[in-house]
């Protein structure tokens, strides 16, 4: 059973920088078995999928995100962060980070979340 | 991108009664290389993160109970549950994953009568 937990910074200004880290357990993220994700769920709004990262690195952004955002490994402690640029109050949400078994897209595990806010 | 559209936004079941939630894609989601349909459902609870219901258009994840079943093909298709029960509140999602980036259905939730 795979499990993941989400970390980091809970409240943001503007214009800084958002960093969030998800800690595996269950799995090795250099293993190839399963690419990571992160999913983030805004006030009033659904589900948002973010982007993934796969064991060697290569990975995948979501195009409205694709110029703010950096999805990386640490191997050495098993787990994966999320860095997003220039944040505004539009970024406010619930960070959910997920594994996709084989890539496949399909999300089979989930973190808690987290929540970020945005503001000065 | 692939636009996902579910209806209805909200329901309100008896226990025991079935409920039904729609979803469309604004794309055929059949793969016929692999002849798959890659169309997931997801449940969050409230104050849950989601979970996994239902991979592939109509196979059930582990755990999950067979009243809930999913069906239909190309851009329309269906989360069923054959008798609603207490435990099934929350948000339902749909999920096309045939090309990034992956999206979601705006959500339907379903409360108890």
């Known amino acids: 059973q795979v499990q993941l937990q989400e970390s980091g910074s809970g409240l943001v200004k503007p214009s800084q920088t958002l960093s969030l880290t998800c800690a595996v357990s269950?799995?090795?993220?250099?293993?190839?078995?399963?690419?990571w994700n992160w999913i983030r769920q805004s006030p009033g709004k659904g589900l948002e999928w973010i982007g993934y990262?796969?064991?060697?690195?290569?990975?995948y952004y979501t195009p409205s995100l694709k110029s703010r955002l950096t999805i990386s490994l640490d191997r050495s402690r098993n787990q994966f962060s999320l860095k997003l640029k220039s944040v505004t109050a539009a970024d406010t949400g619930i960070y959910f980070c997920?594994?996709?078994?084989?890539?496949?897209?399909?999300?089979?595990?989930w973190g808690q979340g987290t929540l970020v806010t945005v503001s000065s | 991108e692939i636009v996902m559209t579910q209806t209805p936004l909200s329901l309100s079941v008896t226990p025991g009664e079935p409920a039904s939630i729609a979803c469309r894609s604004t794309?055929?989601?059949?793969?016929?290389?692999?002849?798959?349909?890659?169309v997931d459902w997801y449940l969050q609870k409230p104050g849950q993160s989601p979970h996994l219901l239902i991979y592939?258009?109509?196979h059930r994840a582990s755990g999950v109970p067979d009243r809930f079943s999913g069906s239909g093909s190309g851009t329309d298709f269906t989360l069923k549950i054959s008798r609603v029960e207490a435990e099934d509140v929350g948000v339902y999602y749909c999920?096309?994953?045939?090309?990034?980036?992956?999206?979601f259905g705006q959500g339907t939730r379903l409360e108890i009568k």
């Open positions: 999920m096309q994953r045939i090309d990034f980036p992956l999206t």
């Open positions: 794309q055929n989601l059949f793969d016929s290389d692999d002849r798959k349909t890659y």
């Open positions: 990262i796969y064991h060697l690195g290569s990975s």
């Open positions: 592939a258009l109509s």
């Open positions: 269950g799995a090795s993220i250099s293993s190839g078995d399963y690419s």
């Open positions: 997920a594994a996709s078994l084989r890539g496949s897209g399909t999300q089979d595990y």
